[in-house]
């Protein structure tokens, strides 16, 4: 193990993952400090360069990143580069795996100074930390990009679609509103016309509609566990 801290932490999760040869797994919880690495500069430096060498990239994101437009945005064009993302509700570290053999994770998670991280190579540390990542990566709800699966679901309205496909993973329908740039009641009102048209008498009715349908990714993975407010 080594233990790293300010930018020397930093250099060495760009470098890990600049070195990464098939795949990359990440936990991303919000931070109520600013990030010293953020999604955008991280998005910046190494995901296009690792999707173009074919290193997959998985992440499971708090679901709160996506009330915020600019972030659920890259989110979005991540998943439509060909990562796969999960929301969940909560996540217990920000913790990054590369290739299964070196991982990085905060030696103090509520530090709010410069970072101090712990770098763990091959250990039995590193099986417990990959089976934390999958086991959070395989039950949350997984993200899609905006217009994804346009022929399956080329009977519902893109932005409808989007409505949906937010509501799947558990956001409220002011953050939908939020996010779409629209008024909470026309979400409301989207969201009962969807539900007028496939007779379906509530929203876990209209979930299961949308999940056999073709309407949302992954749906055969979680056919009947559609969240709705």
Not at 47 to 58: F, K, L, Y
Not at 70 to 80: H, I
Not at 165 to 174: I, M, P, S, Y
Not at 199 to 208: E, V
Request: aromatic share 4%; charged share 25%.
């Amino acid at each position: 193990m080594e233990v790293l801290s300010g930018p020397a932490a930093i250099r060495r999760l760009l470098s890990m993952q600049r070195q990464a040869r098939s795949e990359v797994c990440t936990l991303v919880p919000t931070r109520r400090v600013p990030a010293v690495l953020s999604f955008e500069d991280n998005h910046q430096e190494v995901d296009a360069e690792m999707t173009r060498r074919g290193v997959s990239v998985r992440s499971v994101v708090e679901r709160e990143w996506l009330e915020h437009p600019r972030t659920a945005a890259l989110l979005s064009s991540c998943v439509a580069q060909g990562q796969h993302i999960s929301v969940t509700d909560k996540l217990p570290i920000k913790l990054a795996i590369v290739d299964r053999r070196i991982a990085l994770l905060p030696l103090d998670p509520e530090r709010e100074t410069e970072p101090v991280a712990l770098v763990v190579h091959r250990t039995g540390l590193i099986t417990a930390l990959v089976s934390l990542f999958e086991e959070h990566f395989g039950k949350d709800w997984r993200l899609s990009a905006s217009g994804a699966q346009e022929e399956r679901g080329a009977r519902i309205a893109a932005v409808d679609r989007q409505i949906v496909a937010l509501l799947h993973v558990g956001l409220t329908d002011a953050a939908i509103a939020r996010q779409l740039g629209m008024g909470h009641r026309t979400v409301q009102r989207r969201l009962h016309a969807l539900m007028d048209e496939v007779g379906a008498a509530t929203r876990f009715q209209l979930g299961w509609y949308a999940a056999r349908a073709g309407w949302l990714p992954d749906a055969a993975d979680n056919p009947a566990a559609f969240h709705g407010t």
